[in-house]
């Protein structure tokens, strides 16, 4: 995640939202709100923001998010992965 501007990929988000399904629509807005209102994203929130593209861009080699349908997988380490 080093290296990546999120405000910067939310506002190209933003401007690309014809591109993206209505829940990524919805999500992008959200997050949006949430910067405004000065807090910041949780990690599987940016997680989902760094691998959110618009159809135009096409789907980064090395994403962490797997999509099937209307179910996202984020792919974690299993030292991340808390057990109970």
Do not use: Y
């Amino acid at each position: 995640m080093e290296g990546i501007d999120i405000p910067t990929k939310l506002d190209r988000l933003r401007k690309n939202l014809g591109e993206l399904n209505e829940a990524d629509q919805k999500f992008v807005g959200d997050m949006l709100a949430l910067l405004e209102s000065g807090c910041l994203p949780n990690r599987h929130q940016i997680l989902r923001i760094v691998d959110l593209n618009p159809a135009s861009e096409g789907i980064p080699e090395d994403s962490t998010i797997w999509t099937h349908g209307n179910v996202n997988v984020v792919f974690v380490s299993p030292d991340e992965v808390i057990w109970r």
